[in-house]
């Protein structure tokens, strides 16, 4: 079992930045991979971005390459995606995700977190 917390949401004006962090906690170990979904209302979930266990293989949204970035901190099991240049369309619910095995497009996740709030003023 794996469990998900994701934290720093909130609101901010376009062109603004924030960092999104999510610690993880309980079999967290392999191989496994790490992603950022986010959900906007009445829009199904998307992929953001995604990041390989040992953080050497990562993946990014095409609406997002260039802007967000995401990284983690083995000592801390925590997991970030600085979002910098924020436009208002990525007003979402963001999600951190978990998955085992290596990155890869298509394959589902096994565990979520509950999700935070990102709201971008224009």
């Known amino acids: 079992q794996v469990q998900l917390a994701e934290s720093g949401g909130g609101l901010v004006q376009a062109g603004g930045s924030l960092r999104l962090s999510c610690a993880a906690s309980?079999?967290?170990?392999?191989?496994?991979?790490m992603g950022w979904f986010r959900q906007a209302p009445g829009k199904e979930r998307e992929f953001v971005a995604a990041?390989?266990?040992?953080?050497?293989?990562?993946g990014y949204a095409d609406s997002v390459k260039g802007r967000f970035t995401i990284s983690r901190d083995n000592v801390k099991n925590t997991m970030y995606l600085q979002m910098n240049s924020l436009k208002p369309e990525d007003t979402a619910v963001y999600y951190c995700?978990?998955?085992?095995?290596?990155?890869?497009?298509?394959?589902?996740?096994?565990?979520w977190g509950q999700g935070t709030q990102v709201t971008v003023s224009s």
């Open positions: 995700a978990f998955r085992f095995g290596t990155i890869s497009p298509r394959a589902p996740y096994d565990y």
């Open positions: 309980g079999r967290t170990f392999g191989t496994y991979t």
């Open positions: 990041l390989s266990w040992s953080g050497a293989n990562r």
